[in-house]
């Protein structure tokens, strides 16, 4: 047999052969990754490796000899260029070709290119794999002031360490207030009172127009309203694309991913996707897009993902239900998501301070818990979702609730 090949050796490809090898999958697991080395993990990219508080190695999702003993084929430093859906082979960059029982796309998401002239000046960076991190890392070194294009959670995550770092950080926002996609106006505002308390500098409702500079490298970013801020390091964080290539050339559907149905499979039964690359039916979805469809950008996501994929392609198949959620670290603070909210979604706040969480309810049911600094909160609230359990807005409100109980 030639088993199952899975392109991509990230945290959702990584999870797929892990739990390929614990179901009891006998057949070859080949994992495939355009990146060099072990598969790691990100989140720390932006957090402690960025802050020099942990090391590369720390970063691996498993050592080496895991890989061996499960007799997972680890092929680093290797790209699909091309799928040949009939012969059932995957075609590499190099021209070899891997045949498949099963082919997994896993490949992830990009950055998105700031779309102005200079965008490509030395100074200007992005961050999503461990090669970003070590550059910025040196960066941050040697930069003083620093402009962040996008308060989402790796711009602000970015800036949190930059600032600790004793950099002059401003933050550029097209929006109105920070991670306005995923938060509420509450935490948000929490968030961005926050690192003002830092010493960052917002601008909101803000356009960039050019990165300028001199000799090539990046010396300051120009806003829509004719303003230059001078900058020696600028971060883009404005956002991802799901690598959905492949699947695209191959004839399958992509939207925004590489679309799948509930068994995260797509049209073609020996092809599937996953992670953020995929784009699936989720009830936790519900009203939110057209189509209840979603495509998540989280561990929880890739983890829960690979587990679904891996017990089907063992033989015991069932549709992906897992509550979504995520976790984002800025400064000393930790936000915590359950859940999928709407920026249009009602708030319902509990607790107060440094330590609250606001309720987020659509069409009158509860959809999503942000916690800031509540770890107990955020822990229940994944139970209330997953079991469904009634709440209302007004019980929410209700600072003599008993949540824990409710969630048991
Ligand atoms: P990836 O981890 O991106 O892996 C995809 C892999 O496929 C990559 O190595 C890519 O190079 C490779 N690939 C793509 N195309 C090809 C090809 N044609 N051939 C071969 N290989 C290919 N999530 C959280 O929940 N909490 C956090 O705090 C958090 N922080 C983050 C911080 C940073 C800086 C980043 C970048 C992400 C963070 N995330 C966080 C998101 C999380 O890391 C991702 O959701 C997760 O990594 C998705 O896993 P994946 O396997 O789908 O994609």
Redesign the pocket.
Known sequence: AAGTLI???????FQVAASLREAGYADPVVL????PGLPYQ??P??KAYLAGKTDAEGLNLRPASYLAEHRIAHRPG???ARIDRDARRLILADGESLPYDHLVL????RNRDLPVPGADLAGVRQ??GLADADRLREAIGAAERVVVVGAG??GLEFAAVAAAHGLAVTVIEAAARPMARAVSAETGAFFRAAHEGWGVRFAFSAGVTAIEGTDGRATGVRLAEGDVLPADLILVGIGVVP?AE?AAEAGLAVADGVRVDAFLATEDPAISAL???ARFPSAFATGLGRDDTVRI??????IDQGRCLAARLAGRPAPYGAVPW???DQGRHKLQIAGLAGPDDASVLRGSGDAFSVFRFRGGILRAVESVNRAADHMVARRLLAAGTPLTPEQAADPGLDLKALAT
Request: with cysteine; charged share 20%; net charge negative.
């Open positions: 392109v991509g050796g990230g945290q959702a490809g495939i990754g355009d990146e990100r989140p990219l932006s290797t790209r699909a896993a490949t992830g998401a961050l999503r959670f790796i690598n492949l992670g953020d690359c950008e989280s561990v929880q996501n890739a995520f976790w984002s």
